[in-house]
């Protein structure tokens, strides 16, 4: 067993003992499978019901010694969240979260502009960090004026995923930001704000 599903099966005995557990995701996951369409191991708060898909992110996911290895392959049908005639230069910041705690982040180069970008860009992480969410964000650099524009986020809770098969890859959906599930607060799929992950 590697030490990344270690940090699972103690995290799970631990929340056993203080009266939450990973079943808080539970509401979430059934929604996941209600909305369709996801990529492995992802989930959706209710808000994802309403919302159209802002577009795909290509991940690979996969364990590499004491790392723990995101490949960011690519994103297809990117909607622009504006009116804007210009197309943007897409990046991706990753970010590895305990409950709502945001345990590690790494961001990739900007793309060359396009709605479907290709990155091909890998992001390693400390497996020794205790986490249970990955949390992908693609932002937009539509210009001088709009550097930092939200076009979508996907959740992974990566305790649902098998690396039988040494990696995980998939097509995960874009949200919109009221859409990213806190596992942390309780089982009615609470919201964590865009906000707190700077």
Known sequence: MSAHNTIFSREASQDSNNG???SDLEPSR??????GGLGPGQVAGRQALGAGSLGELHLTIQERQNSFVVNVNQARALKSPRNSKSLPAAYVKLYLMFGARRVAKQGIPKASKSLSPQFHQ????DQNDSF???QAIVWGDFGPLDKKVFIGVAQIQLSSLDYSSSSVSGWYRLFP???IVNPSLSGTGSQLSIDTLG
């Open 132 to 134: 249970d969410a990955l």
């Open 20 to 22: 939450s557990s990973n």
């Open 30 to 35: 059934v929604l996941a499978e209600f909305v």
């Open 177 to 179: 930001s009221s859409s």
């Open 122 to 125: 890998v992001c390693m992480f």
